[in-house]
């Protein structure tokens, strides 16, 4: 019996996982349709709001983003040459730090706070337009909601997010630099000489192509768990603990299956 | 009043489910051109999801409802929005986008359904504001309103597009009598100026006084009576009576058995 009820258990949240898959999937096709189909037929894109929501997930994540990438650069030189100067190799933190921030680091992070302080903010927003019936009223009105709150802040993820990486990357490099330099004692113009060398092309759209996604999961998860949001304030809360939740493992799924393919090619 | 008049609006053998809970069951009427159709009903009887599925957005089970003789509920997506800007909605806690000033949420369906100018759309804006005794108040933001306020821009609002429906969801609900008085008036004034048919979903009596030229008495997802207000009390249907006669349900069966789920005593 208990091996009865445990299959049933696992065939139900398999059931209900296909759905909840089957709604985002639905929900994707109709962003993508708004956002590429519904403009050559000439019914436009609000990009006034694309670009308000652009200055909001990007611009104004920069301080944040600056500041701890900075310090993760720092952390990183020091940890690397708690190994490295045993071998009496500390110019290769310039090596350690530039690969990892470009290639993990720094898209990693980014996408990270830009979850916290975004991803959260858009299922709040959500959210709350669904329990005070705002999304009834935007559709009775004849406007779908999707093209109204969804693709602006789709456009706006899916560009800031890359752009917040590109200057993470920068200032990372930048803190393993001033560690290596002032507290390890590197030569500057030996680490910006190894830096140089060490990274190619690859390193950077390897990052680059993860942010793009890692952007993608972010706003996705944050319109799927607001639009699911039920009963109030309670709901809003609960919908946007989980989607902060859901949005960090999504990114470190898609970092692991970026991080398995470049291995690779 | 509501005599020769064309059907508008025709609900036939409506059925709406949550899941497996049937709210609504073979519901069926028809609203007249130019009349204010109140639908009245306790709490639970199934009259806003009935109102939802009239609007939209609440796909039924089964049956129809037939606007102007097109099936809403087979229309494609185009046509749907086409029949939407013939529509106003007032939610009953007004869904007035919180983010927009008073003058951007009325203006909102004209921006987004026509091509005027910005300075038409301007003055489209304080007409209607006007209309609802809200001069003066474009640049407010929801938030900065008061109840009966909110309302009254959420009339402002689905008068935008000048449409020929509107809808009321308990248009006076948490107002106090005053101000819902003022409600019910300003639903005969948008009825009588622009010829609109109102269907108003509303549980007050009072205001049902006021307003309804005809009403559809709900019960459990189940229509059990519609005529004037006057047929309705002479109805004999015992539920219409406890109604009018603003009666509690029985007494001391249920009193008992809520005292026995209390203690746990037989």
Aim: aromatic share 8%; glycine share 10%; with cysteine.
């Amino acid at each position: 019996m208990t091996h009865l009820r445990v299959a049933g258990h696992v065939g139900r949240w398999t059931l209900n996982q296909l759905a909840a898959g089957a709604r985002v999937s639905v929900l994707m096709v109709e962003t993508m349709a708004w956002m590429v189909v519904a403009p050559m037929r000439g019914k436009g894109l609000r990009i006034k709001s694309a670009v308000e929501s652009f200055v909001e997930f990007g611009v104004r994540s920069l301080p944040i983003v600056g500041m701890i990438c900075f310090l993760v650069g720092v952390i990183i030189a020091l940890q690397s040459s708690h190994t490295l100067d045993k071998w009496g190799a500390n110019r290769f933190i310039a090596t350690l730090v530039a690969v990892s921030a470009l290639r993990e680091m720094a898209p990693l992070m980014s996408a990270v706070i830009i979850t916290g302080r975004s991803g959260s903010a858009i299922t709040a927003e959500i959210g709350t337009m669904k329990v005070g019936e705002e999304i009834d009223a935007l559709e009775v009105m004849g406007l779908n909601p999707v093209k109204y709150l969804v693709v602006p802040k789709f456009l706006a993820m899916l560009v800031a997010v890359p752009c917040v990486t590109v200057i993470a990357m920068f200032i990372m490099i930048f803190g393993g630099f001033f560690a290596a330099v002032f507290i390890v004692g590197v030569d500057p113009f030996v680490y910006i000489d190894e830096t140089t060398r060490s990274l190619v092309e690859k390193d950077l759209v390897n990052g680059l192509v993860k942010s793009i996604f890692f952007g993608i999961a972010i706003c996705w998860v944050g319109v799927y768990r607001g639009l699911q949001v039920e009963g109030g304030a309670e709901g809003v809360g609960k919908k946007t603990t989980s989607s902060v939740v859901t949005s960090i493992f999504l990114i470190i799924v898609i970092d692991l299956v970026f991080t398995v393919l470049f291995y690779f090619l | 009043m509501t005599e020769h008049r064309e059907p508008i609006i025709v609900v036939e053998d409506l059925v709406v489910r949550y899941g497996d809970r049937t709210v609504l069951e073979g519901i069926s009427f028809e609203v007249q051109q130019g009349e204010v159709f109140v639908i009245l009903g306790g709490s639970g009887s199934g009259k806003t999801t009935l109102l939802r599925a009239l609007v939209g957005l609440k796909q039924p089970a089964s049956g129809r409802i037939l606007i102007r003789g097109e099936d809403f509920t087979a229309m494609s997506d185009e046509q749907r929005i086409e029949l939407r800007k013939n529509i106003g909605m007032c939610f009953q806690g007004s869904a007035l986008l919180k983010s927009l000033s008073l003058a951007d949420n009325v203006a909102l369906p004209l921006r987004e359904h026509t091509k005027l100018e910005e300075s038409t759309i301007d003055i489209m804006t304080k007409i209607k504001l006007e209309l609802v005794g809200l001069g003066g108040f474009e640049d407010y933001l929801p938030s900065e309103l008061s109840g009966g306020m909110k309302k009254r821009a959420g009339i402002a609002r689905a008068m935008a597009m000048d449409p020929e429906f509107i809808f009321y969801d308990e248009p006076s609900a948490g107002l106090d009598p005053i101000v819902a008085a003022g409600i019910d008036q300003l639903i005969r004034k948008m009825q009588s100026t622009f010829k609109l048919t109102s269907v108003v979903v509303t549980h007050e009596m009072e205001s049902v006084k006021l307003i309804a030229d005809r009403v559809c008495m709900m019960e459990r997802g189940r229509v059990v009576g519609i005529g004037t207000l006057d047929d309705l009390e002479l109805s004999e249907h015992p539920y219409i009576r406890q109604f009018f006669a603003r009666r509690a349900d029985d007494d001391e069966s249920s009193e008992s058995a809520y005292a026995k789920a209390l203690t746990g005593l037989q």
